[in-house]
């Protein structure tokens, strides 16, 4: 098994934070601690759409993960609630994170029920924090998947003959 991480591609929507669209998904999903999106009304919330990976094309997704590295502002001990939705709009997770003080990793459940690779391809999120005042530096969900078992060439370029008697009915034979 394999895994690949998936991170925000687009925001589709965001209300109260100081950052807004592309602003705003840059830097929760460069990859980094650094730059943050911090929650400036108690009215705050997103949605995002994640990228794809043609890593687990063709293959079977065992699980995933949603990931949040987040904080306090200061003023308490915020939370957040996540929905993970399939294209179609079913919930695939609900999960409240809770962050303390500095920057932390917060995760929800393993999800394993209806994943195939066109439900990675087509999930989006609605990220909903509380109003006691939070930055978020990253959004990231962790696929784990089972690539898809490659192909024997239908052509293969070389032909490996041991002795013996052969018949040849139709193409090009180079002896080398």
């Given amino acids: 098994m394999a895994t690949v991480t998936v991170r925000p591609d687009a925001i589709s929507s965001s209300t109260g934070w100081n950052l807004s669209g592309t602003a705003l998904q840059e830097a929760i999903s460069d990859g980094g601690v650094s730059s943050t999106a911090i929650q400036s009304n108690v009215t705050c919330n997103f949605t995002c759409t994640f990228g794809n990976s043609a890593a687990y094309t063709g293959g079977t997704i065992n699980s995933m993960v949603v990931s949040a590295i987040g904080g306090s502002t200061g003023r308490g001990t ?29 995760t929800g459940g393993t999800i394993t029920a209806d994943l195939e690779p066109s439900v990675v391809d087509g999930m989006f999120m609605v990220f909903d924090p509380n109003s006691t005042g939070m930055f978020l530096a990253e959004l990231f969900v962790t696929v784990d998947y089972t690539a898809a078992p490659e192909e024997a060439d239908p052509n293969p370029a070389y032909v490996l003959l041991n002795s013996g008697k052969y018949k040849i009915t139709a193409g090009k034979v180079k002896i080398l």
Avoid: I
Wanted: net charge negative; proline share 3%.
């Fill in 78 to 106: 915020p939370q957040a609630d996540l929905v993970l939705y399939k294209a179609d709009e079913t919930v695939l997770e609900e999960v409240t994170l809770t962050f303390a003080g500095a920057a932390s990793t917060q």
